[in-house]
């Protein structure tokens, strides 16, 4: 596939006019060599989004784009692919110059000749040819842009002289055999799961194609034009519609629509702070707690492997909100999502609670709501972390093994966390609190009371206000309150393992619910 | 076949804005020092405003109500009408 060698053309020397481009920008109407040049030259870079070497160019030349603008060189990434793909890939790459997409047949590209992306071209204010690269070849760039820098009269930045400093490119689509271009041009090359990736409709798994017909049914007569809010960080505008289409993606059913609708208004809520769990370099997922008669109905699974795989209402509603985030909001890993590491849980993460197997009063009961309503809780939340207990034969020392699993939650000596610390208690540990009588409350404030250190030993690495203003014997608790202990019961009937999920802290996030209609 | 797909991104094209011009010198200029409250942002705001002042630079402190969340409009009002300069301390 690479067959450009990284190579400097003057061929377009001589008092050559460049081509008219008829490319598509992000702004209305056609992009013109005479608005290119206006500020004295222009460069185009042509690219595709598959090809490696262009993906290197844009990297290295896109920093760039903005100094050069201001010395009166406009800069502008041609892409082969369509233009929401050329967005996000400029986007992802760091360039800061113009985005322009050449449509099939690529008539720029083959104006211009280029078998190879990249191809870097310097055009004057004259619209004349100056000078062409192609693949990537830093010393022959760094010469082209010393040329632009005399055209101009101003010293222009240049690539670093960093390995690889050439590097052949593709073959460009305006090059191959028209019906392969065809082909590669259709969707996907006629494959439709292929082509929702490179449109970018996806969390990295294969998803299904949101059909206006799949949309429709997901719907179910609802006006998909009402809008729920817009969604941070890029603020797209959650219509009903584009929620049914993400919830498709996700491969949701139908029947759980009214669920992901209800979780769509909870995220949305301004006091659970998406935006903030959205662009964060924390690892925080946004949990889903679903409770009330919704769960039997729709197959949701609060049994055996409750936070695991296995069950298409659990993995697919939880995957439909992240997948609203994502594209909807724009929060892609790598682009506005900065999560340094994130974990699965990001994909999607929904949990049942088992209302019918717990000793105590379920979530939503707790919230407000009425044991007979179904409500989706929406907590931002870290990974799980499993809690292996076979041995406790009390409630204080079950209690006590579970609360100090939490003591790395967040940061080993982040005490106190003022966000909310999710337990997944497993249904034989719950029994053991059943049998001796105990409530949620006083398991929560036992929890609360149980885990403290003093200030002294808590004084290493990351830590907090709290421990530092406390004398060194003060006794610091884990949680700022009882309040920041949530208790779920889920799991499978055999096997003493419970978990805890940490908090996305420091946020503002509060817990949200919304009723299923 | 585009046609029979529902998109999830919000396609609507926003226009870019421009970055304002970069000043050439600051001496005599008004500059707001903004704190979005992350860790350690106000020490390096401690510094700028000594640079600053040294510098002849008018200054003022303004804060975030929490560094996760967009600044209020309120806010954002109040930076833009009164400051020719704007720093924005991030943290950590």
């Known amino acids: 596939m690479a067959d450009g060698s990284g190579s400097r053309s003057d061929s377009g020397r001589g008092g050559s006019t460049a081509p008219e481009l008829g490319v598509r920008g992000t702004g209305p109407g056609h992009i013109t060599m005479g608005g290119l040049t206006a500020g004295g030259g222009a460069l185009l870079v042509f690219v595709s989004e598959h090809c490696p070497t262009s993906a290197l160019a844009l990297r290295r030349l896109g920093p760039l ?13 041609i892409f082969e692919d369509p233009l929401d793909v050329a967005i996000r890939t400029a986007r992802r790459l760091g360039w800061s110059g113009q985005v322009a997409t050449d449509d099939p047949p690529y008539p720029a590209s083959r104006a ?57 490119g593709c073959s460009a689509k305006a090059a191959i055999d028209p019906d392969l271009v065809a082909a590669m041009s259709g969707p996907g090359g006629g494959d ?11 969390d990295g798994l294969p998803v299904i194609p949101p059909t206006a017909e799949r949309v429709e049914a997901m719907l179910d007569g609802r006006d998909g034009g009402e809008s729920l809010g817009l969604v941070p960080p890029a603020m797209g505008e959650a219509t009903l519609a584009r929620v049914a289409a993400c919830a498709v993606l996700a491969g949701c059913r139908p029947a759980y629509f009214p669920v992901v609708a209800a979780a769509a208004r909870a995220v949305l809520d301004p006091a ?112 799980p972390l499993s809690i292996s207990d076979h041995r406790s034969r009390t409630p204080d020392d079950l209690a006590y093994v579970l609360a100090w699993a939490a003591a790395s939650a967040w940061s080993t000596n982040w005490w106190p966390l003022a966000e909310p610390s999710v337990f997944v208690i497993c249904p034989e540990h719950a029994q053991m609190f059943r049998d001796a009588g105990w409530t949620k409350q006083r398991l929560r404030q036992f929890m609360f009371e149980a885990v403290r250190k003093p200030a002294g030993l808590l004084r290493r690495g990351e830590t907090t206000p709290v421990v530092h203003a406390a004398a060194p014997g003060a006794l610091v608790p884990k949680w700022a309150s009882p309040e920041a202990i949530v208790l779920l019961v889920a799991g499978g009937e055999a096997g003493r393992y419970s978990a805890v999920l940490g908090p996305c802290t420091g946020m503002g996030s509060q817990i949200v619910s919304r009723e299923v209609t | 076949m585009a046609a029979d797909y529902v998109s999830p991104f919000d396609e609507r094209v926003r226009a870019v804005e421009p970055l304002a011009p970069r000043p050439v010198s600051v001496p005599g200029r008004h500059a707001v020092l903004l704190d979005i409250r992350k860790n350690r942002g106000a020490e390096f705001l401690d510094r700028m405003e000594t640079l600053f002042q040294a510098a002849g630079v008018n200054t003022a402190r303004v804060t975030k109500e929490i560094f996760s969340k967009p600044a209020a409009l309120g806010l954002i009002d109040e930076i833009a009408s009164g400051a020719g300069l704007v720093v924005e301390a991030l943290a950590d």
């Open chain 1, 65 to 77: 784009c903005r100094a050069w603008a201001q010395a009166g060189l406009t800069a502008v990434a």
């Open chain 1, 112 to 168: 211009y000749r280029v078998a190879t992306v990249p191809t870097s071209v310097l055009v004057g204010r004259d619209g004349v040819l100056a000078g062409t690269v192609a693949g990537w070849d830093q010393p022959a760039l760094a010469a082209l842009l010393g040329e632009a820098g005399q055209m101009l009269g101003a010293g222009l930045a240049v690539p670093p002289a960093t390995e690889p400093l050439r590097k052949p």
């Open chain 1, 192 to 202: 439709e799961p292929e082509e929702m990736f490179e449109r970018g409709w996806t």
């Open chain 1, 272 to 383: 659970f702070n998406l935006h903030g769990q959205a662009v964060t370099t924390q690892p925080a997922g946004q949990l889903v707690v679903v409770n009330g008669p919704v769960r039997e109905a729709i197959g949701l699974n609060s049994g055996m492997g409750a936070l695991g795989p296995g069950f298409r209402a659990n993995l697919t509603i939880g995957r439909a909100v992240r997948l609203l985030v994502a594209l909807t909001g724009g929060a892609m890993p790598g682009a506005m999502d900065r999560a340094t590491l994130g974990h699965m849980g990001k994909l999607g993460f929904c949990v049942a609670e088992d209302e019918e197997g717990s000793p105590w009063e379920p979530l939503h009961v707790e919230r407000g709501f009425d044991a007979g309503q179904s409500v989706v809780t929406v907590i931002g939340s870290d990974a």
